[in-house]
């Protein structure tokens, strides 16, 4: 029997010019220790923050995270007629109504009744904030005599049972990337999808930028020197390795039997990591770059990263850059993990590239990023009716 495909690798390379993707508490750039020299990294949960957003918008389904839910609610009843006084005690009924613990919302350090935040953030469909709306609807009459929320202690009018079964509600954004929410018992999701932290191939120094802003009026008048503002921010530039990984058999155990919905959930997941850019100080550098080179692979064993291609850091090519040699690097350790493992594992391998068009060791290049994701979806999902040619 021919093995099966069970999971999707993406590897990307993309060099993004002077930028702050991915900041910490305090404001600096995010850094890892990695073969003993410091690179610079973007987060998982930053860069798979982007890549959703752009994946809802390929998909057209949607999801929100928040732990104000109860305000959400109250917007929606406002919306139908409802007095404001009345729609703020049925969020707040709402946002009271599960087993997850809440808090009040405060106001110059006072908590404020019937302003009703989650401890933990919920993770819907956008279509159950407006069924949690609908169930204040036919509750109305006990919502109306019901006493508001004004400590965490304050039980719900709306039954528990019915605010828990829409909070357990998903959709393919949910199925896709997963949902922890351990309060409600069924309501967790394991993921399809995982994500690297993205780190540059190569050393990196943090830049200090040092900035001021001038006050349009003193300047006009001429009557004051120097400037309104001044202060500084870290920034710093590289070629990032990025990867992620789809387990098919998670996703489809998600979707039930839907293999439709799991190739297209998969190719605008695909187009969407590849294409994705967190989005922090993009008015001030707007770095849109795209990637140098996509390589997806199709496993019938267990996903592979790549990221040891990168672990003696590269050296710029001798006319400066480090995208060439990073991807001769990760080409020279993609053929060497395919001899290690064994090519009877890897179903399927192609990468598309706008910069280079001979890279040996990643299968065969697709002439555009639409071709390669379209030929991987066929390889690792194949519809029936392409099977069928398969066996013939």
């Avoid at 357990?168 to 199925?175: A, G, M, S, T, W």
């Avoid at 989005?279 to 199709?298: E, G, W």
């Avoid at 019938?300 to 090519?317: L, M, N, T």
């Amino acid at each position: 029997m021919a093995p099966q495909p069970r999971f999707i690798d993406i590897h990307v390379l993309q060099s993004v010019p002077f930028a702050n993707l991915n900041r910490d508490d305090t404001n600096s750039v995010k850094t890892v220790l990695f073969g003993n020299a410091l690179r610079t990294r973007v987060s998982s949960q930053s860069w798979k923050r982007a890549a959703r957003d752009r994946f809802q918008q390929l998909s057209g389904h949607s999801a929100c995270r928040t732990r104000r839910v109860g305000e959400a609610v109250t917007k929606i009843l406002v919306e139908r007629k409802w007095p404001h006084q009345i729609a703020e005690r049925a969020g707040a009924h709402v946002a009271a109504g599960s087993s997850i613990k809440f808090e009040l919302d405060k106001e110059d350090s006072k908590p404020v009744p019937n302003r009703v935040l989650t401890n933990a953030m919920i993770y819907v469909p956008d279509a159950a904030v407006a069924d949690l709306a609908d169930l204040a609807e036919t509750h109305r009459a006990a919502i109306e005599d019901a006493k508001d929320i004004k400590k965490p202690s304050d039980k719900s009018a709306l039954p528990k049972d019915a605010v828990e079964a829409i909070l357990r509600q998903r959709n393919p954004v949910i199925n896709l990337f997963g949902r922890m929410l351990a309060e409600i018992d069924r309501a967790g999701v394991d993921g399809a999808v995982q994500v690297a932290h993205a780190m540059t191939t190569h050393t990196t120094d943090v830049e200090l930028d040092y900035f001021t802003a001038v006050d349009d009026v003193s300047n006009a008048w001429g009557d004051e020197s120097g400037s309104a503002h001044m202060g500084h921010t870290e920034y710093n530039a590289g070629t990032f390795y990025r990867y992620a990984t789809v387990d098919l058999d998670a996703l489809t155990a998600n979707l039930g039997d839907d293999p439709t919905l799991a190739r297209t959930l998969v190719r605008d997941f695909l187009d969407a990591y590849a294409l994705s850019l967190p989005q922090a100080k993009k008015n001030s550098t707007a770095a849109q770059t795209i990637p140098h080179l996509v390589h997806i692979v199709a496993r019938s064993d267990r996903p592979v990263s790549y990221a040891a291609a990168f672990e003696q850091p590269i050296r710029a090519a001798e006319h400066g850059g480090h995208a060439s040699p990073s991807v001769r690097s990760l080409a020279d350790y993609a053929h060497a993990v395919n001899g290690f493992l064994g090519d009877r594992h890897v179903l399927h391998r192609a990468w598309a590239s706008p910069d280079f068009k001979d890279v040996h060791g990643l299968g065969e290049r697709a002439d555009s990023l639409d071709a390669l994701l379209a030929a991987a979806v066929a390889a690792a999902l194949p519809s029936p009716a392409t099977s069928g040619e398969a066996r013939q």
